[in-house]
């Protein structure tokens, strides 16, 4: 990590800062994230103006994030305001009073680029290609076009969760007519916006702290087994019903609901219902959480510098290796067990049938099998999989990474057994991982010693199944293990497994 | 970690080998396990000759073994053979065939050098002063009184689970007579056993599979919340109870017990019955598993090279920088946090009425705050628990490793809550890590910049509790930061604080 940039997002309700280190194209990890409810946007008037004790709060707030960066040796900084501060009619005094009080040159994001930076979060975090993403902020939604992971076109409005909450909300619990004028207000604001369409893309991303707030509340409600919100889907049913519950809630009972933060209670559900409206407009069912947006966006252009645009070649490839590189993984080693997996995988295709998804995923999972190292020999199997699962892996579905961790958990011994992960399977995936494990297993094993002995394994698909190691240099150590780790394989197949 | 060392036990029952990485005196990590039941002891004859059968894969395994070390690249191995091989008529044969046939110099162990080196592992991974020793091998059982940490007398007979199983258990399940013979011969083995009290040591230890073994059965059993075994405390009466469960099962149903391997289930019983023997006898309602014995024993002689005899000064403090070392700590930051905190908490003695225990778990968890930013960024305070749950962290009981888990899980947000580790707490544990964790955040936040601004603090016992930050340069980060952390406090100890 050879660099480290600071970016600063003055939004309208929120101000936050991450820090991240990295080699340019090479790895990343995000070292620092600081977050404080400016509110700027609070107490706009007619006149446009941001006030003075908005004002006063964002220059403190900006002159400790100049401070904490400058600590922290950050070589950049990245200061950019939102919507909060391209329309105000005191931009130039409040950029001005920034620069002067706490040496932070203020660089004011046009909308234009401010859903371009959201687009470049989300399509280098989500398998995105053709859809849309949503950016609800304190002070303006965006909505962007994507096409063929493009960015095709944007639409902005400055309304957004706390602007929302100013204009139509004077009531708590809020009101059956406040409710309404929420409602039909939204609804005025998105009226030109025709082009938000399921039938023009299929996935909708949704990103920004109003959506990432709904998507913590819905998965404490229903016992989500995973702690991660990026990558999870809510669907609009769901959605409609939390505003159902918030509407009949005052303040303090919405301080109470679990995942909601104190300082977003009087905000949720006017972001709620914006996002209700754009999802029922656009006749979406189901809304996937972004967990990296406008600053991640900007991180990236510095991160694929020379990429135009700057978007990975190969996101999930990427983001494996990068996590497997933090954990100081056996390049080798862990090399030579994905070729041999592949491999069987390869040569057994008449018994499995699985495509090209299920060899992606076993692929991963064998750069991945031996991170847990890191934490404890002992059990490092199962320490892995909770490294997959609490990782930042970006492009994966949580299916997709609860079906990595499994694999990196049963890739030494133990029966495959999903637990609490179930709940996020289909209902074959057991027997996917329990017949991807049975390959990797196997493979680990013909690694024993970490040396690439075998080179490679000739599979006969008989009853039983044939494998003949090619080796250099004496194999023993690997064969006879190998054949020790194989009940699982007559377990995943039905058919015994020699392997010499 | 610049040196590997391999240490090979062949037991009775078992055979393993161990590939520990370190640097004398300073840190180390367990790199490799390798457990091969190879049964040596399996069917001698009232002529005392290991069979040719059992030399074979004795043999085997241990060509497998140096194979292994050898491509491990371990600069030393330490192959000891216990009492299987001591006790065999045909002992300089086999020696001569393991040296031959797999080029390893086995050294045989004597009944002391078993006992003491079990001691060993024991007194450096677990904080037992004054107590004993039980190591039930497949073999042999040896039993080592400890006084003020050192080893001041040992037995061993040569009866353990495999030897027991052999000699006593010829029906399945076992019969009513044969199960009082498996007891009244080993209580005669026992019989001039004089010294073993708990009135002579209060603390009894129990090492070797066997133990392991009764101790995940009885987790697995009992719902318990941890995956560790070191440090496990078995109660004799779930002891009982379980050899009356196992006496009732066949071979098959004993296969299916939750936490008992299958190579092992023949001989648990027999096993079982051999340590609750000792514990009637010495009057013993509880004993603690230790995870460490025989090959952490002879490990620790060349890892505390020149200490005499080699125990840690101070196994926990070493333990604790170990664990900070292998992920990598800030150590000039956690010292800081470390220092602050515990200032705070010497000022505060008079509010809080803790003593040198709690003194020292807050100065361990400042120490180890920050170790999940290995894992993620975001949620590291949980992480940083997850890893101090499953570390191999050396003379904590369970119930300090959760105090410590949770102090580092609550040091930056969220209000306290144990969770599943409530359990393993005592009822008033809760209280203490949220006075804890409340200096713990309030040292953290005087810290946020890393940059060690905060030299000091004066704490002036009010109402409200005034902090007056000695700093050098500029802190208003850090006084601003430390009092928006400053609401567990208010809730810890009923008063407000106000730092400056």
């Known amino acids: 990590m050879q660099k480290r940039i600071g970016i600063i997002d003055l939004g309208s309700n929120t101000t936050r800062m991450i820090v991240m280190g990295y080699t340019p194209h090479h790895s990343f990890r995000l070292l620092d994230e600081v977050r404080e409810s400016v509110r700027l946007a609070e107490g706009i008037g007619p006149d446009g103006r941001l006030t003075p004790s908005a004002m006063d709060r964002a220059v403190a707030t900006m002159r400790l994030f100049h401070a904490l960066s400058h600590s922290e040796q950050v070589q950049m900084i990245v200061p950019v305001a939102t919507s909060a501060v391209r329309e105000a009619t005191n931009q130039a005094e409040f950029v001005a009073r920034v620069a002067a009080e706490a040496s932070v040159s203020m660089r004011v994001l046009t909308a234009r680029e401010e859903a371009y930076y959201g687009y470049l979060g989300v399509v ?24 063929g992971r493009g960015f095709l076109r944007w639409y902005s409005q400055p309304i957004g969760a706390l602007r929302a909450a100013e204009r139509f909300v004077r009531s708590d619990p809020i009101s059956n ?60 049913e769901r959605l409609e019903a939390l505003i159902n519950q ?62 135009q645009p700057p978007l990975f070649a190969d996101m999930r490839g990427f983001s494996v290796q990068n996590l497997a590189r933090i954990y100081n993984y056996e390049a080798l080693h862990a090399a030579k067990v994905r070729d041999l997996a592949l491999s069987m995988f390869d040569q057994l295709r008449s018994l499995h049938h699985y495509g090209e998804w299920e060899r992606m995923l076993l692929g991963y999972a064998a750069t991945l099998h031996d991170i847990g190292l890191a934490v404890n020999y002992y059990d490092h199997h199962k320490h892995g999989a909770y490294l997959v699962l609490n990782s930042a892996l970006q492009g994966f579905t949580h299916r997709e990474i609860a079906l990595i961790a499994l694999l990196v958990q049963f890739h030494r011994k133990g029966d495959v057994d999903a637990g609490p992960l179930r709940a996020i399977l289909h209902p074959d995936d057991e027997q996917r991982v329990l017949r991807l494990a049975a390959l990797l297993r196997i493979a680990e094993y013909l690694e024993r010693r970490k040396c690439q002995v075998v080179q490679d394994i000739m599979v006969e698909v008989g009853d039983p199944v044939r494998m003949v190691a090619r080796t250099i240099g004496d194999a023993a150590v690997e064969i006879w293990d190998a054949n020790r780790a194989s009940r699982l394989f007559r377990k995943a197949y039905g058919r015994d497994v020699a392997i010499c």
Chains 1, 2 share one sequence.
């Open 177 to 236: 007519k406040d409710f309404r004028a929420l409602e039909s207000g939204v609804a005025d604001y998105f009226a030109s916006l025709d082009w938000l369409n399921v039938e023009q893309g299929p996935m909708l991303v949704g990103i920004g702290g109003t959506i990432r707030t709904l998507a913590e509340i819905d998965q404490k409600l229903h016992g989500y087994p995973l702690d991660r919100v990026h990558g999870y889907v809510l669907l609009r």
């Open 124 to 147: 280098n975090s989500i398998d995105l290609r053709d859809g849309f993403t949503i950016d609800i902020g304190g002070g303006s939604t965006q909505v962007s076009m994507v096409r």
């Open 246 to 307: 918030l509407r009949s809630m005052d303040q303090r009972q919405r301080e109470d609901v679990p995942g909601l933060r104190r300082d977003r209670a009087d905000l949720i559900l006017p972001g709620a219902v914006i996002l209700a409206h754009l999802m029922r407009r656009g006749g979406f069912e189901a809304l996937t959480v972004g967990g990296q947006g406008l600053r991640e966006g900007i991180f990236y252009e510095h991160f694929l510098v020379g990429e």
